[in-house]
């Protein structure tokens, strides 16, 4: 119990000492101070070295510091000198040099901006062997000497005189032990092997060579702790080798400090009861132990490595409004409410209060009626008010979700433009924690609308033409470019318009997914777009099985793990982006390709959502030939922009109010029940040209995204053995085949990233072949092919 307690405390001690600072630093003032900590460590290690030539000649001049007469021998004159006695004479001895790795290696970590949970463990364990060092050099220093610093040989006095020289040397050792035990795992058992087997070792050596030989003690430890061992050893070694020359009866003083090491096991043991922590350490898996080793050593994965310069746009690149930022004018206010008043008042309603709320294009009027008024009356006078007011595009709200009030939305006579500059720059969107969030525009209370594309899952929009379907696409596009790296989320375009995309062109091997062998990342061409569509199927499919072998159920769970390296690359994981399908013009899509399309398109909308595929669908015509029944019903987050009936309004809402829209980006959302009416931010071509502009001149992935491959159903091949016939992967395939020795199409598909149609012809060309055997039902095909070396024997011998 006493032990426990001392325990707690001492690290409440230590904890406060290396908390971070709270501020933070620029990227700039990063490296100044790293570039100055690089500097300084490596003036201390200049210093320190001389200190050995120089030392002795400089002590009588370190009293005259001020003088400048008076000149040090030291490399770096005074201060080196100084500098040196400090750390080395009155300090911790050689074991000083530590301290100037750590300054220089805290300055590479600030300048690089690398994960300072690593540089705080170096320096708390960088500084536990300093002062170890220096007491264990101190026990062999017999007056101030430099090999443990002033502190180390006080330590050991003041060891020695409580328990003596026995007693600190197996304190020594003690730490040594505790050490090796929580940096390195090591535990009772491992020492215990490693005596026993250094002991079998010495005998055997003494047994077999006549001359004085170091042993070599194996061990499973990791190379860091074998390296600390060696250097144990070495020491022993050269205090063995100091005192009398090798004999027969050498080894066996080297055993005594085994043997005591042996009965230090039983107090150890108890140690182990008390904490109990060993246990739960055990039952954690093989790749959990791992994993966390790997994580300690090399820091969790960082998908964005690869393009770790990496620079967001800016926010200049968008444009700031004249006619932003809403202006009340009270007399519109005081005649709107007024008429509305009025006009109730006409039709016999009566009202108890009312309130307005005024947003960038639109004010709404939240009305109380008087007690007996029924809702359905204010609701069939809809027009009635339209008409008396003289306005544009009333909505009317009977009664508003949640409020148990009357909305009536008016459009404003001047309405302001939302910009795209104004929601990106919101806190709300900046501090959004969200996976792909995107910021729509402003509610009509001024609010900042962002939403998860990542929790829609998927999403419509409608909209006649010119009403600002085009340009929502681009708000969407250009919010996931404000926030998300290239290595988190991947876009595929399908623009039938033939224009309206192109500009993302130029991020193309930065944002954008393809087909392997298409040219262009942007699809245009219906007929691809089908082989595009079932190739996210393939990918779908693939994502699947990878969530399946990891134990995962989304992939937001499935990358934590990746980046947690709880999953092994070499079984075929990686990090997973995000990858949005952006369709603009789907009716178009329809008329021509039909059910090609409506097939893979609902079992994306289907299946999708967990593996991060996530569909916008963008079209002129809602008409429910094109957002047919299975469309709609997985497709929960739509977005109307002013439409012109009340049946397309119905399609795509399954209620009216997008006819009454008043156009230019003003917009209805609904994600199930509640409707919101938004201001579509506005950004124009210019602004998303120049942001793909700077994102595109930046370093690049060496090629698009590319997705599975997919060849359509209809170009089978024939089974005979026609060498001209073969696929081009068929060598690769033959390859990974072999290599495996299992004959499955699957493996194929997930290694070549292939469809499941290609990779099964691959197997019927390697059937011909003889590589692999015949169909056998659910096992996979034998393999005939031993080895590479016999396939490129086969392979020859068939030209
Ligand atoms: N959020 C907005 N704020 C202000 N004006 C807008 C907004 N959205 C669109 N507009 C105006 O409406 C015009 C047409 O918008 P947009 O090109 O997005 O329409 P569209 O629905 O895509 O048309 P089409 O289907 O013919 O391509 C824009 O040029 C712009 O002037």
């Not at 709270?22 to 700039?28: E, M, P």
């Not at 005591?260 to 246990?279: F, G």
Request: glycine share 6%; with cysteine.
């Amino acid at each position: 119990m006493a032990k426990k307690k001392t325990k707690t405390k001492s690290k409440a001690k230590t904890t406060p000492k290396f908390k971070k600072p709270s501020f933070k630093l620029s990227s700039q003032q990063k490296l100044i101070f790293g570039s100055l900590l690089i500097i300084l460590g490596i003036l201390m290690f200049i210093a320190f070295l001389s200190f050995f030539f120089t030392g002795k000649a400089d002590q009588s001049t370190l009293s005259e510091f001020a003088s400048r007469e008076v000149e040090s021998q030291n490399w770096l004159n005074k201060l080196g000198a100084w500098i040196s006695d400090f750390f080395i004479n009155k300090g911790f001895g050689v074991a000083s040099f530590i301290f100037s790795g750590l300054v220089f290696l805290s300055g590479i970590y600030i300048t690089l901006d690398i994960n300072k949970a690593r540089l705080r463990r170096h320096w708390i364990w960088g500084t536990l062997i300093i002062i170890w060092l220096s007491v264990f050099f101190g026990f062999f220093s017999h007056k101030y000497d430099t090999l443990g610093g002033t502190i180390g040989f006080e330590m050991n006095t003041f060891f020695q005189d409580y328990i003596g020289k026995i007693g600190t040397v197996l304190l020594l050792i003690f730490v040594l032990i505790t050490y090796l035990a929580i940096r390195f795992g090591v535990n009772g058992d491992t020492f215990v092997k490693l005596f026993k087997r250094a002991k079998t070792d010495i005998k055997n050596e003494i047994n077999t060579s006549e001359d004085d030989q170091t042993f070599v003690v194996d061990n499973d430890l990791t190379a860091e702790a074998e390296e600390i061992k060696s250097a144990f050893e070495l020491k022993v070694d050269d205090t063995k080798t100091e005192k009398e020359p090798v004999s027969t009866s050498q080894p066996n003083d080297n055993l005594e400090p085994e043997l005591k090491v042996d009965t230090k096991t039983e107090p150890k043991k108890e140690a182990e009861l008390d904490i109990e922590i060993e246990t739960v350490e055990e039952e954690v898996s093989e790749t959990d132990n791992l994993s966390d080793k790997l994580v300690e050593d090399f820091g969790q994965f960082d998908p964005t490595l690869e393009l770790s310069k990496f620079q967001f746009p800016p926010l200049d690149l968008l444009k700031k409004y004249d006619t932003e930022g809403i202006t009340i004018n009270q007399e519109e206010l005081e005649e709107n409410k007024n008429r509305i008043v009025e006009t109730l008042n006409n039709y016999k309603i009566g009202i108890a209060s009312i309130k307005a709320t005024i947003g960038p294009t639109v004010t709404l009027y939240e009305i109380v009626p008087e007690a007996g008024v029924r809702i359905s009356k204010i609701k069939n006078l809809e027009d009635d008010i339209a008409l008396s007011l003289s306005a544009l595009g009333i909505r009317i709200i009977a009664p508003i979700p949640g409020k148990g009030t009357i909305g009536i939305e008016v459009p404003n006579k001047n309405s302001t433009i939302v910009s795209m500059r104004s929601v990106i720059a919101s806190q709300k969107f900046q501090k959004s924690e969200m996976e792909l969030p995107i910021a729509f525009g402003k509610t009509i209370s001024n609010e900042t609308f962002v939403v998860d594309l990542a929790k829609m899952p998927h999403m419509l929009m409608a909209g006649a033409t010119g009403q600002g379907k085009s340009v929502g696409l681009n708000a969407v596009l250009t919010s996931l470019l404000y926030k998300k790296h290239p290595a988190e989320v991947k876009f595929v375009l399908v623009d039938p318009k033939k224009v309206e995309l192109t500009l993302f062109n130029k991020i193309e091997r930065h944002y954008l997914a393809k087909l392997p062998d298409s040219e262009d990342a942007i699809i245009t061409d219906n007929t691809k777009v089908i082989n595009t569509l079932n190739s996210l199927c393939i990918e779908m499919d693939n994502r699947y099985e990878m969530l399946k072998n990891a134990l995962c159920r989304n992939l937001k769970e499935y990358n934590a793990k990746f980046k947690a390296r709880k999953l092994n690359p070499n079984d075929g994981h990686q990090f997973l982006p995000y990858i949005v399908l952006v369709v603009d013009e789907f009716a178009d899509l329809i008329m021509t390709a039909g059910k090609e399309v409506e097939t893979p398109i609902a079992r994306l909308a289907q299946l999708a959502r967990a593996i991060g595929i996530h569909l916008i669908i963008a079209t002129q015509r809602p008409s429910v030939n094109v957002i047919t029944g299975i469309i709609k019903a997985n497709f929960p987050a739509r977005i109307a922009f002013r439409v012109t009936s009340k049946i397309d309004s119905r399609t795509i809402l399954d209620g009216s109010g997008a006819d009454q829209l008043i156009g230019r980006g003003d917009m209805l959302y609904t994600q199930g029940n509640d409707i919101t009416r938004i201001q579509c931010a506005f950004v124009d071509t210019p602004e998303v040209e120049k942001i793909t502009e700077f994102i595109g001149a930046q370093k690049a992935y060496p090629e698009a995204y590319l997705l599975p491959e997919y060849v359509g159903e209809e170009s089978g091949t024939s089974l005979d053995n026609n060498i001209a016939d073969r696929d081009k992967l068929f060598r690769e395939a033959a390859e990974i085949i072999v290599t495996a020795q299992q004959g499955s199409a699957s493996l194929l598909q997930r290694k070549l990233k292939l469809g499941y149609n290609r990779a099964g012809r691959l197997i019927d060309q390697l059937e011909a072949a003889g590589i692999v055997g015949g169909f056998e039902g659910s096992k996979a095909r034998q393999v005939l092919v031993p080895d590479l070396v016999a396939l490129d024997e086969l392979l020859a011998n068939e030209t």
